[in-house]
């Protein structure tokens, strides 16, 4: 069973400060790894993407990968109430046309 | 960016209809596009994988029959969700990744189907 695990949350942590959201995935021949994005009530939207160990920024996201502990993170600094929602960890785990294996999520609340 | 419409955004419609949803991709083409369906405050549940000129392929416990997907052509998918009745109402989700290695899904708007 190739799985994404997430924890649910929900996260909270105060405006300005940095979010950490994690994911692991058990597959270990997975090649490229995803942040989305979803608001309560509308689809998920790409925030991020890494394919390669270590860090990727992206204004005020981080992705971090770590292949040999099966392990990507996300950051977020400077955390806005308008970053409050659910992030999906999403892995390419088989290739080709085979669909992103998602984690169910994790909800994350700013608060003001 | 690459860009997946859907359509229509929402419908109501009595128990018995038939409901059409429509996927694009506007930009890019996709031999492969995916249909979700996520119930409130639940995770995101695929439900088949569409590929251009042949059958879908569904996923366990998804009724074939009662889900008709169709891909015609490399920016087209419908799902057709036949005879719907109220437990068919959810929030409908396609998705398509371009054609290149490594490449992430992107998601329709979604269609939010309410079956009185």
């Known amino acids: 069973q190739k799985e994404v695990e997430q924890n649910s949350g929900p996260l909270s942590v105060p405006e300005g400060a940095i979010a950490s959201l994690n994911c692991t995935y058990s597959d270990r021949g997975s090649q490229s790894f995803f942040w989305y994005r979803q608001y309560s009530g509308k689809s998920p939207e790409l925030i991020m993407f890494i394919y390669s160990n270590g860090d990727k920024e992206d204004g005020r996201f981080t992705a971090q990968l770590n292949k040999a502990s099966q392990y990507v993170s996300l950051l977020i600094r400077d955390s806005q109430p308008s970053d409050s929602a659910t992030y999906l960890c999403a892995v390419n785990i088989q290739g080709g046309n085979t669909p992103l294996v998602f984690g169910k999520g994790t909800r994350l609340s700013v608060i003001a | 960016g690459a860009v997946v419409s859907q359509h229509p955004s929402w419908v109501i419609c009595k128990s018995g209809t038939s409901v059409k949803i429509e996927c694009r991709s506007l930009d890019f083409q996709a031999t492969t596009m995916f249909w979700y369906r996520q119930f409130p405050k639940q995770s995101l549940m695929l439900m088949a994988t569409s590929n251009e000129g042949s059958k879908a392929t569904y996923e366990q416990g998804v009724e074939k029959d009662k889900f008709l997907i169709n891909h015609a052509s490399l920016t087209l998918s419908t799902l057709t969700v036949t005879s719907a009745h109220p437990e068919d109402s959810s929030f409908y989700i396609c998705?398509?990744?371009?054609?290149?290695?490594?490449?992430?899904?992107?998601f329709g708007d979604g269609t939010r189907l309410s079956i009185l």
């Open positions: 998705s398509a990744r371009e054609q290149l290695t490594n490449q992430p899904q992107h």
